[in-house]
């Protein structure tokens, strides 16, 4: 069974974020990174060499396969910038009809800059996210 490659490590999250070139998308990605500090109570690490991560929680599918993953998180990609809401989305239709503009993956959020969404919605989205995967995952 090949092993995730997509891991927590020791980077630093400060010097990662900081890196980041576009003025405007620097200032997004620290304040998504201080609100889900604050919705997770957990400090950032980060998973691989970009994205941003809170929290951890381990699965196992059926088929054998286990690993551990974050809770939430970001990472700045050349074109946008993905949200991991990990819980998905399918338990958030109305949410996500007032949040702005966006495209999603199975549990990928994707915006271009945080003044196309709604910030309360997406804090809202967030937390119960991170509220469902704890009640899930870390009872």
């Known amino acids: 069974m090949a092993e ?3 891991k ?3 980077m630093d999250v400060s010097e990662h974020l900081n890196a980041i070139e576009d003025p405007q998308r620097k200032e997004d990605c620290i304040k998504i990174h201080d609100l889900m500090a604050d919705i997770t109570g ?3 690490n980060m998973w691989g060499d970009s994205i941003v991560g809170f929290g951890s929680y381990h699965y196992k599918y059926d088929s054998g396969r286990e690993g551990d993953w974050f809770i939430t998180g970001f990472a700045n990609r050349k074109q ?12 958030y239709d109305e949410l996500m009809a007032k949040l702005g503009k966006h495209k999603t993956g199975k549990s990928c959020l ?5 003044s196309d ?6 804090e809202t989205l967030i937390r ?7 009640k899930t995952y870390n009872q």
């Open 4 to 6: 995730l490659k997509t």
């Open 80 to 91: 946008q910038i993905s949200l991991y809401i990990m819980s998905g989305f399918k338990r």
């Open 42 to 44: 957990e400090d950032a």
């Open 117 to 122: 969404i709604d910030m309360e919605v997406l």
């Open 128 to 134: 119960s996210s991170v509220e469902y995967m704890n």
């Open 110 to 114: 994707y915006i271009k800059k945080l």
């Open 8 to 10: 927590q490590n020791e």
